[in-house]
C-alpha cells in the first residue's frame, strides 16, 4: 500500500518525511515544527535583503517608493524608483582658496554617482526609468546638445534595462551631415548602441525641443515600437522627484554625521532646471532651510524662475519659485562656450583642490560663485555652504584644444650617462 508523503526542511536543511498514518499528536507536531521553522527562513531572508542592499545588491532593482514625510502632501507621487545610482554621494569640506572671512564651502558628490551613468541626471532617472517601464516602453527617446550628460546617463541607463534608447542631438549646421565622432559622452552612447539623429542648432531653434521628441516618437510609433519620451535634462515634474529625494539624503547624512553640521546655503548648476526645482522645495520643505543659489548656464534667470515655477504647479506645490530659489547668470558667452578665464578657473581649482569640474555646468557654478563671492564678501560671510557637483567629467574631452596650453608641466625625463643601462634589464609586462 503506497503511503501518502509531505516533506519539511528542518533548521539543518536535511529532509524530514512523515505520513499520514503517524499519529495525530505527532503530525501537529511537525506541522508546528515546519511553521516556525518557515517563520526562521523569512527572519534569515529580511536579514540577508537588508545585508544585500548595504553591499550593493539593490542595483538596478525596482522599488516601490515612499516619499519624505515633509513631501507626501506634493501631487502626484511616484510609484516607484528604479536603483541606478551609487548613493548616498559622499560630502565633504572643500578647501578651495580666497573665500570670505569665516565663509566654508562644503561639496555633494554626486559626480561620484557612478561611472559611465554618473552625475546629477542618474537621480533623475531613477524615476523617469521606473515609470518608462511601468508604461511597457521598450525604447527611450530623449534630446539634448552633442556632449549632453543627460542623454549619455539616459543612454546606459536604457540598456541596462534593456531598453533601445534614440537620441536628438544638436550640433551646428557645418558639421550636422558628418559624423559626429566619438569625443567625450558620444564615445559611451554609440559604445551602448544608442541611435543618434543630428539636428542644427538652427532648426532646433526654430521647431523646439518638443516637437522634434514627438517628430521621432511619432516615426518609431508607426514601425510598431512603444517610445517614453524624456525631456531635455530629464526635468519635468516626474524627475524632480530626483533631487526631492537627494534631500532627504543629505538629511539623513547630516544627522548620522560625527560633525554637527548646518548648512546655510546650496549652490548649484542651473542648465535644464529639474536638480534647481527639487533641491529647492525640498529645502524649504524640509528641515535643511538652506538658501538655494542656481546659477543659469544658458537662457537667463526669468526664463528659469518661470520654467521652475511650471514644474512646482506639476506638483501642486503651491509656491513662488522666486520664494524659494535665487538665480543667477552664469552662462558667460552661451551654452558650452567657455572663455579662457573659465577654461583657467577649472584647471587652477583642479591643481589647487584635486576637484575636476566639467566646463559646462558645475564650471561655470562655481566660477560664478566665487565671482560673486570676491565682489559681495559680506553676503557670503560666516556662512556655510553645500555645493552640489553635478558631474560631467567626459565634457572635458570636448575642451582638450582650449585647455591644453594650460597644461605643460611634462617633460622628457633626465637619465644621466653614468647610470648603467643593460639589456633586457627593465622587463616590459
Given at each position: 500500500m503506497?503511503?501518502?508523503?509531505s516533506?519539511?526542511?528542518?533548521p539543518?536543511?536535511?529532509?524530514?518525511?512523515?505520513?499520514q498514518?503517524?499519529?495525530?499528536?505527532?503530525?501537529?507536531?511537525?506541522?508546528?515544527?515546519r511553521?516556525?521553522?518557515?517563520?526562521a527562513e523569512?527572519?534569515?531572508?529580511n536579514?540577508?535583503n537588508?545585508?544585500?542592499?548595504?553591499?550593493?545588491m539593490?542595483?538596478?532593482?525596482?522599488?516601490?517608493?515612499?516619499?519624505?514625510?515633509w513631501?507626501?502632501?506634493?501631487?502626484?507621487?511616484?510609484s516607484?524608483t528604479?536603483?541606478?545610482g551609487h548613493?548616498?554621494?559622499?560630502?565633504?569640506?572643500?578647501n578651495?582658496?580666497n573665500l570670505?572671512?569665516?565663509?566654508?564651502?562644503w561639496?555633494k558628490?554626486?559626480?561620484?554617482s557612478?561611472?559611465?551613468?554618473?552625475?546629477?541626471?542618474?537621480r533623475?532617472?531613477?524615476f523617469l526609468?521606473?515609470?518608462a517601464?511601468?508604461?511597457?516602453?521598450?525604447?527611450?527617446?530623449?534630446?539634448g546638445?552633442?556632449?549632453?550628460n543627460?542623454c549619455r546617463a539616459t543612454?546606459?541607463a536604457?540598456?541596462?534595462?534593456?531598453?533601445?534608447?534614440?537620441?536628438?542631438?544638436?550640433?551646428s549646421?557645418?558639421?550636422?551631415?558628418q559624423d559626429?565622432?566619438?569625443?567625450?559622452?558620444?564615445?559611451v552612447?554609440?559604445?551602448?548602441?544608442?541611435?543618434?539623429?543630428?539636428?542644427?542648432?538652427?532648426?532646433?531653434?526654430k521647431?523646439?525641443?518638443g516637437?522634434l521628441?514627438?517628430?521621432?516618437?511619432?516615426?518609431?510609433?508607426?514601425e510598431g515600437?512603444?517610445?517614453?519620451?524624456?525631456?531635455v535634462?530629464?526635468?519635468?515634474s516626474?524627475g524632480?522627484w530626483?533631487?526631492?529625494?537627494?534631500?532627504?539624503?543629505?538629511?539623513e547624512?547630516?544627522q548620522?554625521?560625527?560633525?554637527?553640521?548646518k548648512?546655510?546655503?546650496?549652490?548649484?548648476?542651473?542648465?535644464?532646471g529639474g536638480?534647481?526645482a527639487?533641491?529647492s522645495l525640498?529645502?524649504?520643505?524640509?528641515?535643511?532651510?538652506?538658501?538655494v543659489?542656481?546659477?543659469?548656464?544658458?537662457?537667463?534667470?526669468?526664463y528659469f524662475?518661470?520654467?521652475?515655477?511650471?514644474?512646482?504647479?506639476?506638483?501642486e506645490?503651491g509656491?513662488?519659485?522666486?520664494?524659494?530659489?535665487?538665480?543667477?547668470?552664469?552662462k558667460?558667452?552661451?551654452?558650452?562656450?567657455?572663455?579662457?578665464?573659465?577654461?583657467?578657473?577649472?584647471k587652477?581649482?583642479?591643481a589647487t583642490?584635486?576637484?575636476?569640474?566639467?566646463?559646462?555646468y558645475?564650471?561655470k557654478?562655481?566660477?560664478?560663485m566665487?565671482?560673486?563671492m570676491?565682489?559681495?564678501?559680506?553676503?557670503?560671510?560666516?556662512?556655510?555652504?553645500?555645493?552640489?557637483?553635478?558631474g560631467?567629467?567626459?565634457?572635458l574631452?570636448?575642451?582638450?584644444e582650449q585647455m591644453?596650453?594650460?597644461?605643460?608641466?611634462w617633460?622628457?625625463?633626465?637619465?644621466?650617462?653614468?647610470?648603467p643601462?643593460?639589456?633586457g634589464?627593465?622587463?616590459?609586462?
Amino acid at each position: 500500500m503506497l503511503v501518502s508523503r509531505s516533506f519539511v526542511f528542518s533548521p539543518i536543511n536535511k529532509l524530514t518525511v512523515f505520513s499520514q498514518s503517524q499519529p495525530q499528536h505527532t503530525r501537529l507536531l511537525l506541522q508546528s515544527h515546519r511553521i516556525h521553522t518557515m517563520a526562521a527562513e523569512a527572519a534569515t531572508t529580511n536579514t540577508s535583503n537588508t545585508t544585500a542592499k548595504a553591499a550593493g545588491m539593490d542595483f538596478l532593482t525596482k522599488k516601490v517608493y515612499t516619499p519624505p514625510p515633509w513631501a507626501s502632501h506634493i501631487n502626484p507621487i511616484p510609484s516607484h524608483t528604479f536603483s541606478l545610482g551609487h548613493l548616498p554621494t559622499p560630502i565633504h569640506k572643500w578647501n578651495l582658496p580666497n573665500l570670505p572671512p569665516n565663509t566654508e564651502v562644503w561639496l555633494k558628490r554626486d559626480d561620484l554617482s557612478g561611472m559611465q551613468l554618473s552625475g546629477n541626471k542618474v537621480r533623475k532617472l531613477e524615476f523617469l526609468m521606473a515609470d518608462a517601464v511601468e508604461k511597457g516602453a521598450d525604447c527611450i527617446v530623449t534630446i539634448g546638445g552633442i556632449q549632453s550628460n543627460h542623454c549619455r546617463a539616459t543612454a546606459v541607463a536604457a540598456k541596462y534595462l534593456n531598453l533601445d534608447c534614440y537620441l536628438i542631438l544638436r550640433t551646428s549646421k557645418v558639421l550636422v551631415d558628418q559624423d559626429p565622432g566619438l569625443t567625450g559622452n558620444l564615445l559611451v552612447e554609440r559604445l551602448v548602441g544608442a541611435h543618434i539623429d543630428l539636428i542644427s542648432k538652427e532648426e532646433y531653434a526654430k521647431i523646439g525641443s518638443g516637437v522634434l521628441t514627438n517628430l521621432l516618437k511619432e516615426k518609431l510609433q508607426k514601425e510598431g515600437r512603444r517610445p517614453y519620451v524624456i525631456p531635455v535634462g530629464g526635468s519635468n515634474s516626474l524627475g524632480t522627484w530626483g533631487y526631492i529625494e537627494a534631500i532627504r539624503e543629505i538629511e539623513e547624512q547630516l544627522q548620522s554625521g560625527t560633525d554637527k553640521v548646518k548648512f546655510d546655503d546650496i549652490v548649484v548648476a542651473c542648465g535644464s532646471g529639474g536638480s534647481v526645482a527639487g533641491l529647492s522645495l525640498a529645502s524649504w520643505l524640509s528641515s535643511l532651510k538652506a538658501k538655494v543659489n542656481a546659477f543659469s548656464v544658458c537662457d537667463d534667470p526669468d526664463y528659469f524662475y518661470d520654467y521652475v515655477q511650471g514644474l512646482l504647479d506639476g506638483l501642486e506645490a503651491g509656491v513662488d519659485s522666486r520664494n524659494i530659489v535665487d538665480i543667477q547668470n552664469a552662462k558667460g558667452l552661451g551654452y558650452a562656450i567657455n572663455t579662457s578665464e573659465e577654461i583657467n578657473f577649472v584647471k587652477e581649482i583642479a591643481a589647487t583642490t584635486g576637484i575636476v569640474l566639467d566646463p559646462v555646468y558645475s564650471g561655470k557654478a562655481a566660477y560664478g560663485m566665487m565671482k560673486d563671492m570676491a565682489e559681495n564678501p559680506k553676503k557670503w560671510e560666516g556662512r556655510r555652504v553645500l555645493f552640489i557637483h553635478t558631474g560631467g567629467l567626459l565634457g572635458l574631452y570636448d575642451k582638450v584644444e582650449q585647455m591644453a596650453p594650460l597644461l605643460g608641466n611634462w617633460r622628457r625625463m633626465d637619465v644621466n650617462e653614468s647610470v648603467p643601462r643593460i639589456d633586457g634589464l627593465g622587463k616590459m609586462f
